[in-house]
């Protein structure tokens, strides 16, 4: 294996189109973990990388892309800690510096030494900066960021690794401001109903009795927040906050989960939430908010921007996989198929999440 080539789509230079391309297959070195990949997803992120422009992320090209990956471990390095040889894992994806309080309690998304590691351009972790899943091997730099899957099909495990950790964790985010179960009432406006959305609405039907409006642009989408659970679903339009207060008891929504971020899905969110309520912007679609007091966020509200999500809620989302509560829609397509793959969730057609399996 250590002459060994292999395939890997990778982001070769800024505003570029991906390459698939061959390297070496990298041979696992001290604590560092070689997956044979099985299914990595292609997430919108992946689009704002491949559509950056050159400086404004701190990455150094080239670099293979892939941040949500399943496979099985195929070589240890001989300090490596973690699953056996023939494991199946998914990847936990934000790589921190493994070393600081964060890292340490599994919250290496909130790593304190982030900004060091930009400052360095070493990227954000798997497939952002640093080599990724969207290829036939995969080295992860220790066996504490592999989670392990049993039989899960490694289609489904794959996007739980970023679509559902970063669901789970902003529902977890929001929850605190729910009514607890029993309490009812409470609703939840879900934007953007693509790999991200369609799994936040089925973690808050599973963990929530929150009502749960979905929007979207798209139709299809539509009908994959039915199919979720969500209790109702409605396209984009220049009345929604209005429908959503209505459907909120014409108080408006207690929290807002924004998968899309962009400037009407801001102004969307801004105008249902409730006084008091909870505003998550997940999606990176480059909208801006304006802070001020008094001003156009409602009076009481509280906003975050979570990122990823921590092991352990990695954890609890495989846990909820295995256990049939959570159930990723996929498109798949061979890894050789992967410029059309990412073509295809351009264009907006995509249901669901859209895995590349190795061929
Ligand atoms: P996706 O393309 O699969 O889904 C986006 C959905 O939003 C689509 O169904 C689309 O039709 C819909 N949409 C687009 N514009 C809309 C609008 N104005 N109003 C309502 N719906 C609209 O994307 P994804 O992979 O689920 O990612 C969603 C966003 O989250 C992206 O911006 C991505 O970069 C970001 N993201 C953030 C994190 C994080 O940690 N914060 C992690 C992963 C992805
Ligand atoms: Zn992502
Ligand atoms: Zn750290």
New binding site residues.
Partial sequence: MSTARMRAVRMTHWGGPPALTEVACPIPREDEVLIRVEAAGV???DL?VLDARPGTLPYRTPFTLGHEVAGRVAERGPGATGPAVGERVVVYGPWGCGLCSRCAAGAENYCDRRADLDAVRTGTGVGLGRDGGMADFLLVPSGRLLVPVGDLPAAQAAPLS??GL?AHHAVSGIRPSLPLDGGGGASVAV???????HLAVQILRATTSAQVLA????EE?LSLADACGAHFGTR?RPDTSEVLRRRAGGIGVDAVLD????H??LE?AVGALRAGGELAV????GGELTVRKPGALPPGVRLS????GTRPELEEVVALARKGVVRVETEEFALSSAPEAIDR?RS?H?RG?TVLVPD
């Fill in positions: 997430c919108r992120s704002h970023d679509a970063t934007i953007g109903v693509g790999g991200l959305g929007v979207d642009v798209r989408a984009l998968f899309v971020g962009s009407s899905s969307l997940v999606g990176s679609g921007l979570p990122f990823w969730l907006g995509a999440r």
